[in-house]
DNA sequence: TTCGTTATCGAACACCTTGTACAACATCAT
DNA sequence: ATGATGTTGTACAAGGTGTTCGATAACGAA
């Protein structure tokens, strides 16, 4: 890609982050993120084709980071695929926002978080579906799947939104016996 | 209230109730709500000072009527306060809803559902910091209040969701059970 | 370096939405 | 009947959206 596209791409990015973590989505113009970013308006609309296209475009980078397949560095990182116990998935998860890669920390805790955690549970979804044993399996049988899987990853959901309006306090692995615990 | 104010509000509220059942939030305008409500536009702002306000009027409307206080009529149909059990509590709004009291089950079906579901979390969250015991107690004591009632909240309320856009195909006692197995 | 390509700029533009203002009219309670 | 009050239609300024276009600057490849 083009060094020019790179930068203006990731300059309205940066802007637009740093505008979610401060008012409301709706409340935010084109006008100021292309300002704050300093890139020209048509610029913007070569990029992105509305505000709500480039919120999606934003999400997309930020939670396939989390749940790639591929491996993302640091220290005998495993990948969430690859680990064992349904324990080490959740936590794993839970040190990983911790560790806030991407920022992601500012845009769930921000009045805006309802915005991103409706993504990040559609992708849990999808990983619980997938390999419903990493969470943990039900123990009442009469409860349908689909209501499980949604209620597993509402519950994990929440418990970040918890865990983050309330100033993260608590440890990943305080947080991970505390879901594990109501699930 | 004069007849006349009487008239617009619910004109204003019906128009806009219908809107939100049939596209987001964002994309309705003041212009569409006062032609298919047939007011005036200075009349919608003599009544709502802007759209914003004129949702959060229909919340409160919609969810004071569930958590009100006074009975809401019909056959022995006492109120959720005076209910005994938690189970009696827990059949009994979901009840309501299926009653589609208000024609409050195309909102929370809708795509705007979320907007109603934040409202009806925090009602909740209200009964049950007052009256915990109507919910049900937790089992585990090392687990926080606060999380504990946000969890409990969050449960129904995901409850409630999966099961109007499933199509309610199952009953209210159905319901009820799924909601107390998980919790 | 040179050269064709491509992204960016900035300014202008038409269009839409918001929220306000006001005078004329309709409806209300008494 | 009468004064008060709600409604109407129109007009308006302010501000946001998404597009267009020629000029300019930066790019990657040869």
Chains 1, 2 share one sequence.
Not at 77 to 98: G, R
Not at 105 to 111: T, V
């Amino acid at each position: 890609m083009d060094r020019r596209q790179k930068k203006s791409r990731e300059a309205i990015f940066g802007a637009f982050s740093e505008l979610l973590s401060k008012k409301h989505y709706d409340k935010i113009t084109v006008g100021e993120i292309i300002e704050r970013a300093d890139v020209g308006r048509a610029t913007f609309y070569a990029h992105f084709e509305t505000k709500d296209f480039l919120l999606k475009e934003l999400c997309k980078e930020l939670f396939c980071h989390i749940f790639d397949k591929t491996k993302s560095g640091g220290e005998n990182h495993k990948h969430i695929f690859e680990c064992d116990a349904p324990k080490s998935v959740i936590l794993h998860l839970l040190q990983h926002l911790q560790r806030n890669d991407n920022n992601i920390l500012e845009l769930l805790s921000c009045e805006n978080n309802e915005l991103f955690l409706r993504y990040f549970k559609e992708n849990l979804k999808m990983l619980i579906q997938s390999q419903p044993e990493l969470f943990g399996n039900k123990r009442d049988n009469s409860l349908p799947d689909g209501y499980w899987v949604n209620h597993v990853s509402a519950t994990f959901v929440e418990t970040v939104k918890w865990w983050t309006t309330n100033g993260m306090k608590e440890s990943a692995e305080t947080i991970s016996a505390y879901f594990l615990a109501v699930i």
